[in-house]
């Protein structure tokens, strides 16, 4: 099957159905391809923070009505280190600016939602596995559905490539068109999701000796947990018993404070940081996880995403409505700094954290670094002030052109 469209829009993650939902709006026709089925994307689990300017954009476009009755409104984190524990209020600090816990597989459902509501096409079981003519006028993607179903090619204005990071869309760029930013890092994170009540209504960040340890709210019942470990550490390595044990010393809970629940999922996160610039190839545009993957630390992820999909649906509406091509031009240096300031708040983040390697020659000086910015986050107002407003985000919103 051949169709035409303006914008083939590659990945049904938050990126791509954000945008395809604002386009949708502006009656910009547009077509999404996903690899996996609706079922898989509606339930894959991963975060579940909202920045204060990712709710206003979903707002703005009518996509936050669950979210806002069924999520959770959060103002404050708290931090332990060897039984001494501080909140930082930065709701207070920012001036009103907060969270909303709500996980991305919610969102995502309410997303194909809207869009299928609203007449949109969306191809789930479709992998895209050719992006073609991307520096001409009409590219082509090619898409090759599972089992004997026809191939779909999809001819159009411009390609969204919002396939996450080993999506079809990066691939197609020639060698040399885009240079990589890439940093690996020393530790790994044990993700855990467990059926469990949270132990009280804060994002707890614990460092400990053994390991930083992470308890961060979904759902009244579900609570996602994070557990520091080696480089190459295998889930099988973790049996559940192991992992209470250690989430209770390094959290410093009891069993009554924090109950054992059966464990849902049990990955270790490959802790990698990675930008690529431009976010452009000719007619390509990529966003979210297809162009940056930032660590957890921080959940920034799935408002990069978000906030790269706003910024991409301004400009191709400024397009359409005959702004010319210098709107779409500017995507990548509207985006870029937005997403190294994330990096550098994550990456900062990752080191308030993280206990170093012990028997590295320089661990126990990192380590006192580490305490020390523990106690100006505590201590110092200047301090706690600058953390919260990268914490919760910027208010800044892209402009129309
Ligand atoms: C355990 C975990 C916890 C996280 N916690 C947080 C958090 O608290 N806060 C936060 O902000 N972020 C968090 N993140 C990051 C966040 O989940 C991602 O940044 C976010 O999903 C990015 O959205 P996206 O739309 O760019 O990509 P994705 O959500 O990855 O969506 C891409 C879509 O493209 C599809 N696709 C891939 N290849 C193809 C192809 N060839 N053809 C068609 N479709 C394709 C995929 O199936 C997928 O549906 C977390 C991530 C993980 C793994």
């Known amino acids: 099957m051949r169709l035409g469209t303006r914008v083939a829009i590659v990945g049904a993650g938050p990126a791509g159905l954000a945008l395809a939902n604002v386009l949708q709006q502006a009656g910009i026709d547009c077509v999404v391809v996903e690899r996996q089925s609706?079922?898989?994307?509606?339930?894959?689990?991963?975060?579940?923070?909202l920045e204060h300017r990712t709710v206003e954009f979903l707002n703005d476009h009518g996509l936050a009505d669950r979210l806002l009755a069924e999520g959770a409104r959060h103002g404050s984190c708290e931090f332990r280190h060897l039984g001494e524990r501080f909140s930082v209020r930065y709701r207070d600090l920012t001036g009103g600016r907060e969270h909303h816990v709500y996980p991305q597989q919610f969102l995502v459902r309410d997303l194909i939602s809207a869009y299928l509501a609203g007449g949109g096409q969306l191809f789930f079981s479709h992998p895209a596995v050719a992006l073609d003519g991307l520096d001409g006028d009409r590219p082509v993607l090619r898409c090759q559905p599972d089992g004997d179903a026809e191939p779909l090619e999809l001819e159009c204005d411009f390609v969204a490539g919002c396939d996450g990071f080993y999506g079809a869309s990066r691939q197609a760029v020639?060698?040399?068109?885009?240079?990589?930013?890439?940093?690996q890092h020393e530790f790994g994170w044990l993700a855990l999701l467990a059926e469990t009540p949270p132990a009280g209504d804060e994002i707890i960040y614990a460092l400990h000796e053994d390991g930083f340890a992470g308890h961060m709210l979904r759902t009244p019942s579900v609570t996602r947990f994070y557990l520091q470990c080696p480089v190459g550490d295998h889930p099988e390595n973790w049996p559940d018993q192991r992992i209470w044990s250690a989430l209770h010393r390094r959290l410093g809970m009891t069993d009554a404070e924090l109950a054992p629940g059966p464990i849902t999922?049990?990955?270790?996160?490959?802790?990698?940081?990675?930008?690529?610039?431009p976010m452009q190839y000719g007619r390509l545009f990529l966003a979210g996880d297809a162009a940056h993957i930032i660590t957890p630390a921080g959940g920034k992820g799935m408002n990069l995403?978000?906030?790269?999909?706003?910024?991409?649906?301004?400009?191709?509406?400024a397009h359409y409505r005959g702004a010319g091509t210098h709107a779409l031009d500017g995507y990548s240096a509207a985006c870029l700094p937005r997403i190294w300031q994330a990096q550098?708040?994550?990456?900062?983040?990752?080191?308030l954290l993280h206990s170093p390697a012990a028997g590295q020659d320089d661990s126990a000086f990192l380590h006192r670094l580490q305490l020390s910015r523990l106690t100006q986050l505590r201590d110092s107002p200047a301090y706690s002030t600058m953390f919260s407003d990268s914490y919760v985000g910027s208010s800044g919103r892209p402009t129309a052109h």
């Open 305 to 317: 995403a978000l906030a790269d999909a706003e910024e991409l649906a301004t400009r191709l509406l």
């Open 174 to 183: 020639p060698a040399g068109r885009l240079r990589a930013y890439e940093k």
């Open 265 to 277: 999922e049990k990955n270790v996160l490959d802790m990698r940081s990675f930008v690529v610039e």
């Open 344 to 351: 550098e708040f994550s990456h900062w983040m990752l080191h």
């Open 38 to 49: 609706r079922a898989y994307v509606e339930a894959r689990a991963r975060a579940g923070v």
